[in-house]
């Protein structure tokens, strides 16, 4: 493998789904993701929703590219929550996975559809644009899908994926307050264990940094677990300390990165100067991410 | 009119081509925008690059939408210079456009194409996507084209625009640097006066930010000069005191988001803290605005 200074794993951009070698095939991009949970590194993934940002994180050492799905909605032109259309949802990925090297792993929120045969539709399409992950989330107007629901869902994801997609079932029993709060971590867990018994990989709860918690869940999950991390949450390291396998930074870069156009503008039309953007802008180096 | 509380010009989103007041047609919105560069305020564009930055630069109270072409490759996949596919580009000005209720002028780089032809095509497409605007410059491989060449893209252009649509003949002698530096600002009016009597409306010199060269540029040009503006540049006062019609800022935005997309990722993948990603995200109003 080529591995960087960073640890990172690396490999020609060229190759397709395949991990190349001085000229031998190793692992497939799949295989690599999965790898990635299951190492002595949490995997830290700082949500891309374009491909200029995907290979910006990439170019910054990520060992993965993730999409947010906030931010790809927003800058196609839609509101989170599956109301972006499958169809730019899916160009958006194969140009994300034409453009970088590293595996990518797409957020398609609830799977584009009302019912399992849409989110395998959707499967099939994330895995043609050339993704090795998928997020399926279980939230659903506010609260969550029935448990037996979001299980058939899966287990249509699993079977369209035919491939070894790595399936994150997201839960959104915490970020939506859903239910009792004295009760939230076992029905967590028990969606968790229905989850992963339907065909799902490793297990997604935003919503939580608690660090007891999240090690009580870590414990009672049993797969990765993959937390929300952002201004205010633990350090990576000390979710990794407590088991965490990934942290998302989910949309909070996109946010942030809108919050500076927001800004810049503000200024340049009340008081017609420039401040709010930075001075370190990079033109030339952007240009040569590109080519 | 319906004229906000800061003096822009506003009107719904969903008419389409057409300002109504009252349920009146008034203007269209290129008639509007050719209005917007012969007022008394300067045309100040925060450029944008994908639907919520444009959302996010109307809802700051911009009078218009623009493009930054960098921007607008970059997250499509493509470096800046003509490299990026004419269908994608159109389908994202359309895309803004769909989204946006005040006028959107979209920066088509050279044109998409080696001949007239092509940048005719690239310009029917420009005016079928929705957008009242489009800059086309003169930059070729590092140098400018002859004039007489881009005067017959820019006749194309007019042409094949069969409507109001705003032209801005952007010149690249000052931001390339060509020839002598004694000649180039009589080259440089020159260029305008032939681009002018070819059919462009206004005229973009980009990479001249001295007060003085500016006033020249104004005087000589007889027509709306736009300058290029940013960090380090005079403000936006100091320009309209010499009598620029439009101020962009170009692709400085676009880069100083991706700038904090790369610092938040370095921080995440190396100290596994957050400190890059401001806290004032706005993930609900963000949603908001694309609704």
């Keep these: 493998m080529n591995v960087r200074a960073d640890g990172h794993v690396a490999f020609p951009p060229d190759h397709g789904d395949a991990c190349w070698w001085n000229g031998v095939m190793t692992i497939t991009k799949a295989e690599l993701f999965h790898q990635l ?58 140009r994300i996975t034409t453009a970088v090297g ?48 979001q299980v058939e869902r899966l287990a249509a994801a699993r079977e369209a994926a035919q491939t070894g997609l790595y399936i994150n079932a997201r839960i959104d029993t915490y970020l939506r307050a859903v239910g009792d709060p004295a009760s939230r971590l076992q029905d967590t867990l028990d969606r968790a264990a229905a989850y992963l018994r339907a065909g799902a990989d490793g297990i997604f709860v935003p919503g939580v940094t608690d660090l007891d918690t999240v090690a009580s869940l870590v414990r009672g999950v049993g797969a990765p677990l993959n937390v929300l991390a952002g201004p205010g949450s633990p350090a990576v390291a000390e979710f990794g300390a407590v088991g965490v396998a990934r942290v998302s930074l989910g949309s909070s870069i996109a946010e942030a990165a809108y919050d500076l156009v927001r800004r810049s503008a503000r200024e340049a039309l009340t008081s017609g100067t420039y401040e709010s953007v930075p001075c370190n802008c990079d033109y030339d180096e952007l240009n040569a991410l590109m080519r």
Tied chains: 1, 2.
């Design 37 to 94: 949970h299951n190492g002595d590194r949490v995997l830290v993934l700082a949500n891309a929703w374009d491909v200029a940002s995907a290979r910006v994180v990439e170019d910054a050492g990520a060992a993965a590219v993730a999409t947010t799905s906030a931010g790809v909605a927003w800058s196609l032109g839609a509101p989170d929550g599956d109301r972006l259309g499958r169809d730019l949802a899916l160009e958006l990925i194969a």
């Design 102 to 149: 590293v595996p990518v792993t797409a957020d398609v929120e609830s799977g584009f559809g009302a019912d399992p045969d849409d989110v395998a539709e959707t499967i099939r399409g994330v895995v043609a644009a050339g993704a090795v992950g998928v997020n399926l989330e279980d939230g659903l107007h506010g609260g969550v899908r029935p448990v037996t629901e």
